[in-house]
C-alpha cells in the first residue's frame, strides 16, 4: 500500500468510528440489567414527563410519579434503577424518603428497594435529574427512563425528557 492510500484509509475509519460515537450517545439511555416483557400489575398515573426547557444555572429539577398497586395483592418492589446517573429515583411514603436508587455498575452503591405496596395503596416516586451531571457538553435533548422491578419480574418503567441549556 502507498502512503496516500493509508492516509486515506485512516481517515475513512475515523470517519466511521465517529459516526458510530455520536449515534451511541444520541439514543435514549437505558438502564442495564433489566428485563423487557414482564407485565406489571401496577399502575401509573402517568408515566412520561417533560420538563421542557431547563437551565444548568437553575440545578436540580424533579417530579413525583404516583404509583398505585389496584390488586388485592400485596406487590414488592424489588429494584429501582436509572438509566444514567444523571438520574436518581426516591421512594417517598408515609412522610419517609428511601434512597437514592440510581443507575447499576457505576460505582455507586446498589440499593435495593424490597419496597412493599399493599393491596389498594398508593406510594410516590421521586425522580430527580441533575443538568450538571454531564458538564457543559450536556446541553441538548435528554430523554432518562427509570425501572421499577416487581419481585415477580413485572416492569413499569417511567420517563423524563428535558431540552437542557447552560
Request: net charge neutral; proline share 4%.
Amino acid at each position: 500500500m502507498n502512503k496516500k492510500t493509508i492516509i486515506i484509509s485512516a481517515f475513512v475509519m475515523l470517519g466511521i468510528i465517529s459516526l458510530m460515537w455520536w449515534g451511541r450517545n444520541n439514543q435514549t439511555t437505558r438502564p442495564s440489567g433489566t428485563n423487557n416483557g414482564g407485565k406489571s400489575s401496577l399502575v401509573a398515573s402517568e408515566t412520561l414527563y417533560d420538563f421542557g426547557t431547563i437551565s444548568m444555572a437553575n440545578g436540580n429539577v424533579d417530579k413525583i410519579f404516583k404509583i398505585t398497586n389496584p390488586t388485592d395483592k400485596d406487590i414488592t418492589i424489588s429494584s429501582i434503577v436509572t438509566s444514567c446517573m444523571c438520574t436518581t429515583a426516591y421512594i417517598e411514603k408515609a412522610g419517609e424518603e428511601k434512597g437514592p436508587f440510581g443507575m447499576s455498575g457505576h460505582g455507586g452503591p446498589v440499593v435495593k428497594a424490597n419496597e412493599v405496596i399493599k393491596a389498594g395503596e398508593s406510594l410516590d416516586i421521586k425522580v430527580v435529574f441533575n443538568p450538571n451531571a454531564h458538564g457543559p457538553a450536556g446541553v441538548g435533548l435528554i430523554d432518562r427512563l427509570i425501572d421499577l422491578t416487581e419481585a415477580n419480574g413485572g416492569l413499569t418503567q417511567l420517563e423524563i425528557k428535558a431540552v437542557v441549556t447552560p
